[in-house]
Nanobody, 123 residues
Framework: QVHLVESGGGLVQPGGSLRLSCAAS????????GAWFRQAPGKQREFVAR???????EYADSVKGRFTISRDTAKKTVYLRMNSLRPEDTAVYFCNVDRVLTSTGDYLPQPYWGQGTQVTVSS
């Protein structure tokens, strides 16, 4: 019922910037919670940032001051602007949406994940 497509990943030098996008489609009227997670090789998936419909944002300590999460409600898209990238930011980044309101007025019972986009920070 919900399809997420991430884009914007790639190879960047340390200190560089990238902007990830997550476009949602399907039977969606609104998305209350949009988030980004990441998974580095050999590590568990970890939380990066979250934004709620009420405008509240949260960040992992490791990205505070460098990453900014935002959303375009009309486009049903969640963004992650990443500045001052470090080699330790290298990972596959996954979009996650939760509390999805359908056009029929029901909330979907589970969160949805995108397929992931690779971010590599290396000189």
């Amino acid at each position: 019922q919900v399809h997420l497509v991430e884009s914007g990943g790639g190879l960047v030098q340390p200190g560089g910037s990238l902007r990830l996008s997550c476009a949602a489609s399907g039977n969606i009227f609104a998305i209350d919670v949009g988030a980004w997670f990441r998974q580095a090789p050999g590590k568990q998936r970890e939380f990066v940032a979250r934004t709620t419909e009420g405008g509240i944002t949260e960040y992992a300590d490791s990205v505070k001051g460098r990453f900014t999460i935002s959303r375009d409600t009309a486009k049903k898209t969640v963004y992650l602007r990443m500045n001052s990238l470090r080699p330790e930011d290298t990972a596959v980044y996954f979009c996650n949406v939760d509390r999805v309101l359908t056009s029929t007025g029901d909330y979907l019972p589970q969160p949805y994940w995108g397929q992931g986009t690779q971010v590599t920070v290396s000189s």
